[in-house]
């Protein structure tokens, strides 16, 4: 029946708004009219595209859909939907606004960040005449040239666009066009990643154990094709008694195409419900037909795991401690079946370079292609093949870096932060400056999800938290297979220094184990970090190094400026003449790098293969897995290399390692140095001697073989280490015992900038008081892309409630910047700077 013709519909009449998140740094959402043609489509968590100030053109999210007109300026119309259904969950809007409040930075920065480029519009977008467009209508010369371009060939993208025009600036003109309504933007990403689905027959709910299956087949006795085909269906998926493996199902086109198989038999079987039909999504790359490999857990592993599941039901944080070599893992693979299985989804953060070795691998052997791989170096279309394949259901399950907590989940169990003590956890640039470990935990409390955190060198902070009841704690403390913990030996470089034994920076001891190592073909792995891009001053002579009274980090050594200085209060010394603690005139600075440890080496060992790994060697995305595979298999004898080497990699053949300048970690101009320096050394020292059948040794060269973390480290006693840093801790109000933010002032005048941070100083110290506002100072680099930096540090007790402070601070950072005089300057703020 028509409706009546008379019925006035109200809800026509009334006028829709959006709220939009646009990716742009300013604090707060757009509102948009939304076109009468796009209302019942528009869905809050949906893309569209929006002009933006005059020529611009965004990719904006739907974060709200009312009634409300803005009332300071005339909303303009979105102008193109580009999702029928959300692209981005609830939970994930709720995420972005918290990241913005929380790490106090504007939303459309958050958004920027997690969406992966490839959603938004960029050159490689698609474009379309629009035929609706009244042609012509105010078009520059350009803008006609574009349209006539695209009137011939229909979808082009910006690029190719260029191209035919040859004009360079076509992403500007073609954002104009869109602008005008004159072109049509769709999402080329979306037509490439409509999943393809494919039909699987599996037996149905009425065969799941072994006896129900023999008698099904019993009792196709009397039919002969038929049970040849449940025979057929059983050689390709054997029936064992773990019932959700016969879930799994086999592609219907193998049955298909067997000759063998009679399809109306096939049929036959399908009306009876003896098997049913579904559909899965493929997923796009290839799954290498890995076997699954069935790793029976050990008992102290299986114990482990319980105990994570027991304290679960308690705490929803559960701190992991278990040693290098323990197979921390594999309790994971447990912990996420189970969780797999009550049907949530599990998300495991690794830090960047762990997740291109062999974890990976023995993930994939175990989960196949219902794990999803999120990281830095895949390209874009593999990193929304992701996002969509969590949203389609695909995806149950993802392995992933920092970002991949901006994934769109909706129903998360778990959450695995494995080597949660990694700095690599922590967002610098840009913001939001995030702690993927922290808002994973936000995550999980509102999805109601479990957290484990697993380390063998727990961070103070976690392990605190758990000394104190708030995390659960569960203790791996043997390694897997008998092999034992490496034996660790100090090597006292300045005696070797004074004997002249040393060949540069290379010990005699060092050097007579690599000989060794080389005859015997065993490889071996030395370590060099070299972020301590900072010298420190050092007395040959005895065992003094500059350090600040007022706080408990080095003081580094400024050539400029002829100064010694204290990078957390300002203090600063005149660069002393000799060692202030014995006289000695041999006071130097200390510093070298992989390279060359790498050409030294290769002039004493000229037969040996050598290979060389950091940030400059593995810049070609599949250069790290290369060097890797190489080390693997034997090719290389001696791997030199940054901490890059110390994460999750896993060699048998491995009887050496070898740490430089394990001083420079341990003096480290920071409150986290010793801490740091624990924690990497341990983990580079874990790649020794994972084999029972011999112990790896591992030496440690250091001036001073009688500093306590050595001592600590040699006997493995993170307690032992975890019991004096707290008191520190403590003792100078550093967290866990209060959290941190850093402002960065910077200007392109010296004067300026440092006039800004200072007034912002006052501000903030009058109500936060002194002792909460340290600086402002000026930092270790002191001048970046020819800006002058300033940098405060704001001390919180955990007592004080964080969210009033921090909007404070940002009142005070907006007054400030809103001053004429000061209008260039730039405020980076850092929550829970590391
Ligand atoms: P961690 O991450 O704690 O350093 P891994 O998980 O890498 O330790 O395990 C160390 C080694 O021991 C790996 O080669 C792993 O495959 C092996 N392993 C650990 N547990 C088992 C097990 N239950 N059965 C077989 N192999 C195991
Ligand atoms: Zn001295
Ligand atoms: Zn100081």
């Not at 209508?137 to 190719?160: M, N």
């Not at 899965?280 to 490999?293: A, E, K």
């Not at 992933?400 to 003590?421: M, Q």
């Not at 790994?613 to 810049?619: C, E, P, S, Y």
Request: aromatic residues 8%.
């Amino acid at each position: 029946m028509q409706p009546l013709p008379l019925t006035f519909d109200f809800a026509e009449e009334t006028t829709y708004f959006a709220d939009l998140i646009l990716p742009v740094p300013i604090p707060r959402m757009f509102t948009y009219r939304v076109p009468r043609d796009m209302v019942e489509r528009l869905k809050v968590g949906a893309r569209v595209i929006v002009p933006f100030g005059k020529n611009r053109v965004y990719t904006a999210v739907v974060g709200r859909i009312h009634h409300q007109p803005p009332s300071n300026y005339q909303a303009k119309y979105i102008l193109e939907l580009l999702d029928e259904y959300p692209l981005v969950t609830t939970y994930q809007l709720e995420l972005f606004s918290w990241m913005a409040e929380y790490y106090l930075c504007n939303i459309g920065e958050v958004l920027n960040v997690a969406l992966p480029s490839g959603l938004k519009i960029t050159s490689q977008s698609k474009v379309q005449y629009n035929p609706d467009f009244d042609y012509p209508e105010l078009l520059t010369e350009g803008e006609g040239r574009l349209l006539d371009e695209l009137k011939k060939h229909s979808a082009l993208s910006y690029e190719e666009l260029g191209r035919l025009v040859g004009e360079t600036n076509v992403p500007t003109t073609i954002k104009s066009l869109v602008g005008k309504r004159a072109v049509i933007v769709f999402d080329e990403v979306r037509e490439k990643y409509v999943p393809k689905m494919v039909r699987k027959v599996r037996l149905t709910e009425r065969y799941e154990t072994r006896e129900q299956v023999l008698a099904l087949i019993n009792a196709l006795e009397k039919s002969p094709k038929q049970q040849e085909v449940v025979m057929k269906y059983l050689s390709y998926v054997p029936v064992q008694n773990n019932p959700i493996l016969n879930r799994k199902g086999l592609d219907k086109t193998v049955l298909n195409q067997d000759d063998e198989v009679s399809q109306s038999s096939l049929q036959t079987l399908i009306k009876n419900q003896v098997f049913e039909t579904y559909e899965v999504i493929v997923p796009r790359f290839g799954d290498d037909d890995l076997p699954n490999v069935e790793v029976k857990l050990t008992d102290v592993q299986q114990r482990a795991c319980n105990q994570v599941l027991s304290q679960f039901n308690e705490k929803d944080i559960v701190l992991l401690h278990g040693i290098t070599g323990s197979g921390k893992t594999e309790v994971y693979i447990n912990l996420i079946q189970t969780a797999l299985e009550s049907g949530s989804q599990v998300l495991y953060l690794l830090p960047e370079i762990a997740l291109t070795t062999q974890i990976v691998v023995r993930l994939k052997k175990v989960f196949g292609d219902k794990l999803g791989i999120y990281h830095s170096k895949f390209s874009d279309n593999e990193r929304v093949e992701v996002w969509k394949g969590i949203v389609d259901g695909q995806y149950q399950f993802v392995v992933g870096v920092r970002s991949a907590v901006f994934l769109p989940f909706d129903n998360l169990g778990l959450i695995i932060v494995d080597e949660e003590h990694e700095t690599s956890y922590k967002q610098h640039d840009p913001a939001p400056r995030y702690h993927a470990r922290d808002v994973a935990m936000m995550i999980a409390h509102w999805q109601k999800a479990k957290v484990l955190l697993g380390s063998a060198t727990p961070s103070i902070e976690s392990y605190y938290h758990a000394q104190q009841g708030r995390y659960g704690l569960v203790e791996l403390l043997e390694r897997y297979g008998d092999a034992m913990l490496p034996d660790i030996v100090l090597v006292n470089t300045r005696v070797e220094r004074q004997q002249k034994k040393m060949k540069n920076e290379f010990s005699s001891v060092l050097l007579d184990h690599l000989q060794h190592n080389l005859e015997r073909k065993e490889q071996s792995i030395l370590f060099q970090n070299r972020r301590g891009y900072s010298p420190y001053l050092q007395c040959e002579d005895c065992e003094w190094t500059s350090r600040c009274p007022n706080c408990d980090v080095s003081l580094t050594y400024h050539m400029r400026a002829a100064e010694l200085r204290c990078h957390y209060c300002g203090h600063h010394d005149p660069v002393p003449k000799s060692c202030p603690a014995c006289g000695s005139f041999k006071v130097r600075t200390i510093g070298f790098g992989t390279e060359k440890l790498e050409d030294q080496l290769q002039i004493v060992f000229p037969e040996a293969q050598i290979q060389r790994m950091d940030l400059d060697t593995t810049r070609a995305k599949n250069a790290y897995q290369q060097i890797i595979s190489e080390f693997e298999g034997g090719n290389v004898d001696i791997l030199v290399g940054t901490q890059m080497i110390s994460k999750g990699l896993d060699f048998g053949n491995v009887s050496l390692v070898g740490i430089f300048d394990a001083d420079r970690m341990i003096h480290y101009p920071e409150f986290r140095a010793v801490e740091r320096a624990f924690q990497m050394i341990t983990q580079v020292s874990g790649r020794a001697g994972r084999r029972a059948d011999r112990r790896g040794k591992v030496l440690i060269q250091t001036t001073n073989p009688q500093q306590a973390v050595l001592l600590k480290v040699m006997e493995n006693d993170y307690r032992g280490l975890f019991e004096e840093e707290i008191i520190e801790r403590q003792n100078f109000n550093y967290p866990p015992f209060s959290r941190l933010i850093k402002l960065t002032v910077r200007h392109a005048e010296q004067n300026i900038s440092q006039q800004a941070a200072q007034r912002l100083v006052d501000q903030l110290t009058e109500k936060l008081g002194e002792a909460r506002v340290l600086g402002p100072e000026v930092p270790l680099v002191e001048r970046i892309r020819n800006q002058f930096l300033y940098t405060i540090l704001i001390k919180l007790e955990r007592s004080i409630s964080p969210k009033a402070a921090k909007a404070f601070i940002l009142e005070k950072i907006n007054e400030l910047l809103s001053d004429k005089g000061l209008k260039a300057v730039t405020i980076v703020a850092d929550v829970d700077c590391l």
